[in-house]
């Protein structure tokens, strides 16, 4: 070959690097050969890496921000004011009155409905405050007093729910002389279940209510319009007492909008976690005058869907008056919710406060409201909100939400886009290549994700499979171990496999962890864009997700630290703060909220999986950008694998007594127990079958756990086969939750019970062929305060009339019914009729069956010797809730 037929490239000498051969600046750019380490790169850099003893102090960073920001926040209190200082305060709420309010009703103890304590004691207590206020009230105020006694029905779930003579007391305090009709309703309720004082449910709420009517009726300062304070006294039945008002009171048709209080826990902040529908002025309302904003859009979602095992009064004003509001519940300490240690004393004084000044300053803010003319008018969509921190509310219209998603989703792409070609171009790597190399990444990413989720849920089915559920129960650090760090791993392995067997890649380190970045920013970008289109509000956390590391990642191209190995890491870190604090804010709440829940969450769902997919969820959320920053270090691999060693750790905490769930008081296993005597009666009204025993109805996962405890445990039948030929499996089934989770009950045979002089009768008055193929029967029913009816046709029979709420019949539902039946102060036999139609008008065979329950739910006096030591043999860390019982069936 000829010399002058060789070309030779000629590299010129040049201080500007961007017109350097792209080969020889990446090759000076990864050896740096040009540039001398400063002091600092020398104490945190090795060979363009993190030096590996630098991962502790990371780790440590983001935990200390938890602990020291985010964990206090989810638990700050105002100070709370003492009566001493009223004088100082006139108008403002006073939480030591608000807590001797709650103290003289819960030495009455438990208020269930058609107890003396409920019915006189209950009612005493209310009206005579009451009255007292209205005499010492301000002269710019009116209050009215009315006690409301009320009987009616509605469908509740799939149950006819129907009351009798039932009461509330209900209080008006309106500006003198005004002819306003627009009323606000603040609705709380002072009965309880049978099994506590229920100072926490709901008796705090009933304590605070009383205080803002005391400050409002001696207030200078006059409402707009008039406020109407229920106090129901039948909300445990369930929700019998919020109907009977919106349904029939004098004042209901006037009350334009709502703030429901409940509880599911025992003090703290309470949280708004519904409001509305459709209403974004209240929300409005709610960012004005909130003096301690706590409420979270995706609560709301997720109790709509039922994922929360409750319910409010909340929606019986929305579905059976239209009466927009907002529902706001106490949830801390859900552990003592509905048990015998749902005690006053318990209740940080700082919850009253909290509560009061919120809901002191709501009720002013919502009676001024110029909406309460025509809310109808202001009916515009659903809303997002969540507050920051407990220092402020964010709230902004569902439309607006799904523009800022698109928006911001969309943008996070366009920059990635950019991010990518720059790469590219820093790299001298044509696009293709780059663009490649993405897509494999994202695969990664994908998988990596998709590893941890598989490894945490693995975890959870093999810790249910060896009897240890819920050992995270009481010391709820455990999850950090048991779900967070094998989730972590797997997010993490996955990519460390990858970068290990792709070492040879001419991408410098980091600008490949870019890359796995930039793939899960685009993978939560489409994440936000799918829920979005989905309409689930909840969308917006992903979209400050990355919105955040979208600003971070506009500051390092400005600045072009992402040119660097490591230095990028400074700016993502420090972006990555406030999201991090935000979302571990939120998360913390969440669980706090949700893990007491789990001790009633039932035998048929593994609180595990439950738990890990929320560990995944939590964890993909908060940590989804930092776990990624490990394969910046020397040894990652090594700091890799340490996570999964803390999982296997905490995996054998879990079967040390460490890892039991229950403690004494603080942290209870549930059981619902009915000393019951069930009789059944065959077509010919003969007894086929009597038997007497403990019905035992546990509520959660782990009812071994008591297995040698309890006496004759080791006995007890699964109600499995009585299902199979028993009508509601032969059970006095007290409410529909029973009902759902009847066939995971057991029976232990045992001495007859003592039951009340009121036994549950039927009595048939008349019977009447209507036609040839139809038959009426007019029926009474009598007994103690809680009774249940089942209906079952037979041999071919169909119900086709009766004097319940229509609605079962309406809508086909199939048999056997359930009827849901209480009195409350007047003990008046139930009247009802039945009517069949059977195609063969055969009336010789029978008709139907009808089963009969009856509950003495507060008469303790009713125990006998036998169900006392039954009772005593529980472990102090069980909570039993009993009560006689029986069911009877008779076939017609």
Sequence with gaps: MSEKNVRRRVITPTSDPQNTDPLLRQ???????????????????????????????????????????????????????????????????????????????????????????????????????????????SPIHDIEVDIQVASGAYVHWSMVNMYQSIQNIVVKVSPKGTNS????????????????????????????????????????????????????????????????????????????????????????????????????WLMKSYRRAIKHPYASTMAEEMFQHNFIPSDTDFRIFRDHGAVPGLDMAYQYNGYVYHTSFDRAEIIPRGSFQNTGDNLLSLVRQISSAPELDDTSKYSEGHTVYFDVMGWFLVFYTETEGIILNVIVSLGTL??????????????????????????????????????????????????????????????????????????????????????????????????????LLHSHCLFLAILTLVLTICGIRSAFVLMLSCMFYTMALIINLATKLHTKDVAWVITHIACGVPPFVFFAYFSHGFFVTFIPMFGRFGQNVNPDLVVAVFSVSVGLLTCGFIIPTLHLFRKSKTIICVLLGIAVFCM?????????????????????????????????????????????????????SVKHNVINMTLAQSAHEDCLKE???????????????RENSLWIPASEPKLGKNLPTVKIVSKKEISSTKIRYDMT???????????????????TGWSFHQAPLRLNWQPPFFIYFSWGINDDPLNFWLEFEKPSGDWKKSTFELGVGGHWTHERELFTPDFKKFLSSFPKYADAVPWPASYETWIY
């Design 727 to 741: 009508t509601m499996c032969g059970l006095p089934l007290h409410n529909q939750r029973w009902h759902k989770t």
């Design 781 to 799: 029913l009598s007994g103690p305060d809680h009774m249940t009816l089942f209906i079952q046709p037979l041999e071919g029979a169909k119900v």
């Design 27 to 137: 090759r000076g750019s990864a050896h740096g050969d040009d540039e001398q380490p400063n002091a600092c790169e020398r104490a945190f850099i090795e060979r363009h890496k993190i030096k590996w003893y630098w991962a502790p102090a990371l780790f440590a960073f983001w935990l200390f921000l938890y602990c020291a920001i985010s964990i206090p926040a989810c638990h700050q209190l105002p100070r709370p004011l003492t009566i001493e200082e009223e004088g100082k305060y006139p108008e403002r709420f006073i939480a030591e009155r608000a807590e001797k309010n709650l103290q003289s009703l819960v030495e009455l103890g438990p208020r269930v409905v058609g107890s003396k304590q409920n019915e006189m004691g209950a009612v005493k207590i209310l009206s005579t405050r009451m009255n007292k206020w209205r005499t010492d009230s």
């Design 414 to 515: 366009g920059v990635l886009a950019y991010a990518i070609k720059l790469i590219s171009v820093t790299s001298g790597i044509k696009l293709e290549k780059i663009l490649r190399r993405l897509l494999h990444t994202f695969g990664v990413q994908v998988l990596a994700v998709v590893a941890g989720t598989a490894l945490t849920l693995l975890i959870a089915v093999f810790l249910d499979l060896v009897h240890l559920p819920l050992s995270w129960f009481t010391n709820s650090w455990l999850i950090l171990g048991l779900y967070f760090c094998p989730f972590f791993f797997g997010m993490a392995i996955v990519p460390a496999m990858y970068f290990h067997y792709t070492k040879d890649d001419k991408l410098p380190i980091g600008q490949r962890v870019q890359l």
């Design 652 to 704: 054998i905490l879990a079967v040390t007594p460490l890892g039991f769930p229950y403690r004494p008081e603080t942290s209870v296993q549930r059981f619902a127990v009915l000393h019951a005597k069930r009789t059944f009666h065959d077509a010919s009204n003969n007894v086929r079958r009597q038997e007497s025993g403990y019905f035992i109805m546990p509520q959660d996962r782990r009812t071994y």
């Design 181 to 280: 009709t627009n009323y606000l309703l603040v609705n709380s309720h002072y009965d309880s279940v049978p099994a506590g004082p229920g100072a926490g449910d709901d008796g705090a709420m009933v304590a605070n209510m009383m205080e803002v009517i005391r400050v409002l009726g001696k207030s200078k300062i006059p409402l707009k319009n008039p406020v109407v304070f229920l106090f129901n006294g039948a909300e445990e039945n369930p929700l019998q007492a919020s109907h009977a008002f919106i349904t029939q009171h004098k004042w209901a048709k006037n009350c334009k909008a709502l703030i429901n209080l409940d509880s599911a826990g025992s003090g703290g902040r309470e949280i708004l976690f519904q409001s509305g529908p459709n209403h974004p």
